[in-house]
């Protein structure tokens, strides 16, 4: 089924510790996205890559780095999980990475920092 | 700075037509979509406007005016399974999408 993976599904984490999100799309799309999404707040841009090899900084970037090795992967890591990252994550791609390109969510992960 | 306004919650019945309205203020303006996020879901896109009018696709429409920085979602027909938050976004000049918080729907019968 053509789509956004995200793993895992969901995670509680102690405060301090790495952890890597993962994101594998399979519809050739040359950018991808990463969101985190708080109650009360709109979707807000971590990083994103607009096509393999690049990558940028969004609205929220501090404590998240992002690697893009190849098309289809585009992993998020904590390097030192803090309470205020607890969060719902998205990953997205698109066909583009500029214009008004329709983006392709996957499902999320939840993500507990305590 | 940039702004996207929808209102928290709304209720309707089961049949009838709701109106769900955004406006914004942004730097620059390149397109207006939305989105439908069931809970617990991924969004999924639903509309795309970037001139201004009225756009139709079954039972939604979308509506815009870029020069009163507004839109609105209408959703005709309603069924239980429309019960959903419906988000708005803006692409700004620089192409970055800025989100609204987006609206919860109660659908109720």
């Known amino acids: 089924i053509a789509g956004i993976t995200q793993a895992p599904t969901s995670q509680i984490l102690a405060a301090g510790r790495r952890m890597t999100l993962r994101c594998t799309q399979d519809m050739r799309h040359n950018a991808m996205y990463w969101y985190r999404q708080d109650l009360g707040l709109g979707l807000r841009l971590i990083h994103y890559?607009?096509?393999?090899?690049?990558?940028g900084k969004g609205e929220v970037p501090d404590g998240y780095s992002v690697s893009r090795a190849n098309t289809d992967d585009f992993p998020l890591t904590l390097a030192s999980a803090v309470p205020s990252q607890t969060s719902v994550y998205f990953c997205?791609?698109?066909?583009?990475?500029?214009?008004?390109?329709?983006?392709?969510f996957g499902a999320g992960s939840r993500l507990t920092v305590l | 700075g940039q702004n996207i306004d929808q209102p928290t919650e709304m209720t309707a019945t089961e049949g009838a037509i709701v109106q769900i309205n955004c406006t914004y203020q942004?730097?620059?303006?390149?397109?207006l979509f939305w989105y439908q996020q069931h809970a617990g879901e991924a969004p999924t896109f639903l509309s795309y406007n970037v001139l201004d009018g009225l756009e139709e696709k079954g039972r939604f429409s979308s509506f815009l005016s870029r020069s009163k920085g507004y839109s609105y979602l209408l959703l005709k027909e309603l069924q239980m399974k429309d019960s959903a938050s419906y988000l708005c976004a803006v692409l700004d000049s620089n192409y970055q999408l800025i989100w609204g918080a987006g609206t919860k729907l109660i659908i109720k019968p």
């Open positions: 890559s607009n096509t393999a090899g690049t990558t």
């Open positions: 997205a791609s698109s066909d583009q990475g500029r214009g008004a390109n329709v983006l392709t």
């Open positions: 942004t730097s620059g303006f390149n397109g």
